[in-house]
Structures are given as C-alpha cells and as structure tokens.
C-alpha cells in the first residue's frame, strides 16, 4: 500500500477495538479475511502519514506496567545485547537463540533510566537477520507494541507476537534519534551509565520467584533471590548427564545421546554434578537446584 492512495476493499469485518493490548487508538478496526479483495483507485487529497508509532518514555510505561492496556512504541539506543556491550567484534550466538527464542537488550532512551527489553520469538528472529545484515551492531532500536511489566521489581519491556524490530536507518523515526545520539555533547550523555549496573541482576523472594512461575505467559527470566539452606536434601541424583558443549541436560534418542539447545541429534554426554537444596526466607520455602560447577 502506498501512502496517499486511495483503495477499495471488498470481503472485511469490522469491530471494536479491545480494552485490552490495544495497538492502535481508533476504537474500531477494520480486518482482512481470507477472502479480502483490495485494489487501488488513485490518489486522494489526504496525504497519510508513512510510519505512525506511539512512544513510550520510562515513566510512562512505568505508569503503563501490568495494566495490559494500550501497546506502546519503544525508541532508544541500545547498551547491551545479551549482557554483551556493543563492539565491532559482538556476534550474536544463534544456537542460543534459536533455541531460547529470546533477546535480551538493555536499553535507553537519551540519558533516562535503563530498561530491559526482551525481544520473543518472531521478532527476535526479525532482530537476528538485521542485526547480521547491518555488518555491524546497532546503535538505534525501535520495537513496536511493547507489553510493560514489572519482572523481579522492575520495569521490563516485552515484545508480542505483533511487535516489529527497526534498526538504524530503517525508519525516520530511527534516523532522527541516530543523528541526536552522533553528535558528541548528546553521546556523552547517552553513555553515562555504568554498564555494572545494568547488568544487576533482579533481585526477587521465594514468592516472587513462585508467583512468576504460574504465570501463563511467564518464560525464561533472571533473578537474584537470597535464601536460607535449610537442608541438603539427600537421596536424590547427585549428578546429570549433560551436553558436553552447552552443558545442558542431554536427551536419549533411539541410539544416541541428543542435545535441544544445540539442536545435535548426536553428542558426547559428561557427567555433571546436581546439588538440591531445601531453603527458606522469612515467608516461604522452595528447592533450589544447584547444577554444573555451583553444585560441586
């Protein structure tokens, strides 16, 4: 489609917006079916803007967090990928990726707080194949339709099935912060923060650590949470067999030892030691299991 134009669509339902997760701001919304027919019969007096987002700041996804109400924009520079600061010599491991279906990117919007941003499964793919394309990490991120919620205690950004991934010199929008962020006095500002404390981990309880797990949508996060041993519990396997790559626990195929992470059907297993431990904090209690190197 073309900006400007005028078009005809034939087969389509209307309805109203939801009241929940809203991407846009018009209170009804027209879809395609499989059956839409849309051609085009010229052009018209109205010129429609090219690209359209909804910024955010930090305080207001702050505002915005765990209401499930309107999806916003996201435009900033980016600090880490994966905890990794950006360098000429940063590739992103796709094994991992892959297999995580998971970005993980601290962000920032000219001097405001850092946040994290998790980039999910198609649109980390999205992020993948331009970041490869570029030739070189980007400075610039603009993800669209971001779900604000508070992870540990805090603020996270998370993407959704209709978030979109742009880079650099994609969009104007992204050209207009990049030529904020080159010029000197503004860089100076943008990389004030200490990139120790961006990588903090969340500190969470028990509790928390237990709410997040039941939630539906919950998926791999990290926290830091302080507990007491209570006991190590015994009788249980004090060991696990693991990929002797990644380290993670192997599968058994029909004659081979398998790896998911790595996505081998063929891998040489090693023996890796699994501690479990029955801990507590002043409300709750859990089992944390200790593998690899922490369990020795």
Not at 18 to 46: H, Q
Not at 192 to 199: G, L
């Amino acid at each position: 489609m073309v900006a400007g134009s005028i078009y005809r669509l034939i087969n389509f339902y209307g309805s109203k917006s939801k009241t929940v997760y809203r991407v846009a701001e018009p209170d009804v919304v027209i879809a395609f079916s499989w059956n839409s027919i849309l051609t085009v019969c010229g052009n018209g007096p109205v010129q429609f803007p090219v690209d359209r987002f909804r910024f955010y700041g930090y305080e207001d996804f702050e505002a915005a967090c765990d209401l499930k109400g309107d999806l916003h924009d996201f435009l900033g520079h980016i600090k880490l990928v994966n905890e990794l600061p950006l360098s000429d010599s940063l590739v992103l491991d796709e094994v991992e990726i892959v297999s995580s279906k998971r970005i993980l990117v601290h962000v920032q919007t000219q001097d405001g707080p850092v946040m994290k941003l998790y980039v999910w499964d198609k649109a980390a793919t999205e992020f993948c194949e331009k970041f490869k394309a570029l030739g070189k990490p980007p400075t610039v991120i603009l993800v669209t339709t971001l779900n604000p919620k508070r992870v540990g205690g805090a603020l996270t950004l998370s993407s959704l099935s209709s978030s979109r991934v742009f880079f650099d010199m994609d969009v104007e929008a992204t050209r207009e912060y990049l030529a904020w962020y080159v010029y000197e006095s503004n860089m100076d500002v943008a990389n004030r923060v200490n990139a120790e404390i961006v990588t903090k981990a969340e500190t969470a309880t028990i509790g928390d650590l237990l709410s997040y797990m039941k939630q539906q949508e919950a998926k791999v996060a990290w926290f830091e949470c302080s507990a007491t041993i209570d006991d190590v519990v015994s009788g249980s396997a004090w060991y696990y067999i693991a990929c002797g790559g990644c380290k993670t626990k192997a599968t058994k195929g029909p004659t081979t030892l398998m790896c998911k992470k790595c996505g081998k059907t063929e891998i040489d297993g090693a023996a890796e030691y699994l501690t479990k431990l029955s801990v507590y904090d002043k409300n709750d209690h859990a089992s944390f299991v200790l593998l690899g190197d922490a369990g020795v």
